[in-house]
């Protein structure tokens, strides 16, 4: 009863920690602050909102306390020997990297760079000087970095599968500057999570006790230690999320690509990070590599859409959805992005005036042939109704016509915090 007693105050303890903690809410503020940005990039864009910020950032919310109840369960069973200070090294080195680029807020660098610096220090016997310095190197030296590893290979995991199922919701379509200054469409998915981790952790020996630790486990931890004292929970607030631009592939194929890079990341990075924990003279190789293969990652969304060719553009065949507007008639006829509409009303159309022509010929109904993603021939038809919304509500891809396209996509975080404006005029 007295260690049921002891974890139940050391989880109070840490969930009071979490919340007295401003990691958490600087995460929750920027993923409304990004949400916020994507719906003026759209209303900039194609004088629409497609999406509402609010609920998106409520989503993100619940979705990230779900994530974070199943890796706290999951560290249940590691144990990893992180320390409170370990949350300020992780967000510092953050915020740092974010004044380059905001794709920096992943915690796979965060981690990796904790791991060198560990590593490089372990070199200079800073950790026994008395003054300030001393002190800040041994609170590095305190954190568990193969354990910080694995626990970032875990997130990426979570991540794989967020994506896999739900990356393709979170896609704003974007006018793009392509090749020679034609503008293109494509899509942006980028998608974040606040994650509230409650992580189970050792208390070393002769360390002093932890409020509401407790001596003893039914089970033994992966990263048990020989000199651990008893055992307490701590609070580190985490955030994952993903970023991808395409012009070549449709956001479901996208999503799922990005989905396969992330899972085999996860897996290769918790086999590297454990190997580090049995053989730390491979902890450096393990931080390298975390860093190195998630920039992989990136060069290889990045391969892939130049060799392939720009999907969103208009051909011969007809004029190409690049979105739809919600609650539309587009919406209710079930046109998706990537189609082909070729005629309208019997009327077979290649611009954007030929298209409001031919809707013009029916002002109560509309018939639509489409092109599918196949190339197969699909009939669509609805009455149309006074009042409804952009006239059929589809999005096409940009032409001679189009003035903006969206610009300034991977700034740093002062850039994206200062710019008025998430669109770019076109030069005659």
């Not at 372990?122 to 970095?145: H, K, N, Q």
């Not at 919304?389 to 850039?415: K, M």
Request: aromatic residues 10%; proline residues 4%.
């Amino acid at each position: 009863m007295d260690t049921v007693q002891a974890m139940l105050s050391s989880i109070g303890s840490a969930v009071l920690g979490m919340a007295a903690q401003p990691f958490y809410y600087i995460a929750v503020f920027l993923i409304a602050m990004h949400y916020l940005r994507q719906i003026r990039v759209e209303r900039q864009l194609f004088a629409v909102k497609l999406h509402n910020w609010v609920r998106l950032t409520l989503t993100a919310i619940g979705v990230g306390m779900l994530i974070g109840l199943g890796l706290s369960a999951a560290s249940l069973f590691l144990g990893p020997a992180i320390t409170p200070a370990a949350v300020l090294w992780l967000w510092s080195i953050a915020a740092l990297l974010m004044l380059v680029r905001i794709r920096y807020l992943c915690f796979a660098y965060s981690a990796g760079i904790i791991a060198l610096l560990q590593w490089l220090a372990g070199f200079t016997g800073l950790a026994s000087r008395g003054d300030w310095l001393g002190e800040l190197v041994a609170s590095l030296a305190a954190i568990d970095a193969a354990g910080l590893l694995l626990l970032v290979a875990l997130l990426h995991l979570a991540e794989a599968h967020l994506v896999f199922w739900h990356g393709d919701r979170l896609k704003t379509p974007l006018f793009l500057e392509g090749k020679r200054g034609k503008l293109v469409g494509g899509y942006m998915l980028q998608g974040f999570w606040p994650i509230p981790l409650l992580l189970l952790v050792p208390v070393e020996a002769g360390g002093g006790a932890a409020a509401g630790a407790w001596d003893m486990l039914p089970w033994t931890p992966l990263f048990a230690g020989a000199d651990s004292a008893g055992w307490t929970v701590v609070a580190l607030p985490m955030v994952i999320g993903f970023t991808e631009l395409t012009k070549t592939m449709l956001p479901r194929q996208k999503a799922r690509h990005t989905a396969k890079g992330l899972l085999v990341y996860s897996l290769c990075l918790a086999a590297a990070s454990i190997a580090a924990w049995k053989w730390p003279v491979l902890l450096p190789v393990a931080a390298v590599f975390a860093i190195a293969l998630h920039e992989a990652l990136v060069w290889r969304s990045s391969i892939a859409e130049r060799r392939a060719t720009p999907l969103f553009v208009h051909d011969a065949r007809g004029l190409r959805i690049l979105g739809i507007v919600p609650g539309t008639p587009a919406e209710a006829m079930g046109l998706l992005p990537g189609e082909i509409l070729q005629k309208v009303n019997g009327k077979k159309v290649y611009s954007k005036a030929e298209l409001y022509d031919a809707l013009a010929l029916n002002p109560a109904f509309c018939k639509l042939e489409i092109l599918n993603e196949s190339g197969e021939l699909k009939f669509a038809q609805r009455a149309r109704y006074a009042g409804e919304h952009h006239q059929l509500g589809v999005i096409l891809a940009p032409d001679e016509a189009a003035n903006f396209y969206a610009g300034g996509l991977s700034v740093s975080i002062v850039g994206w915090l200062k710019a008025r404006k998430a669109s770019n005029r076109r030069q005659a």
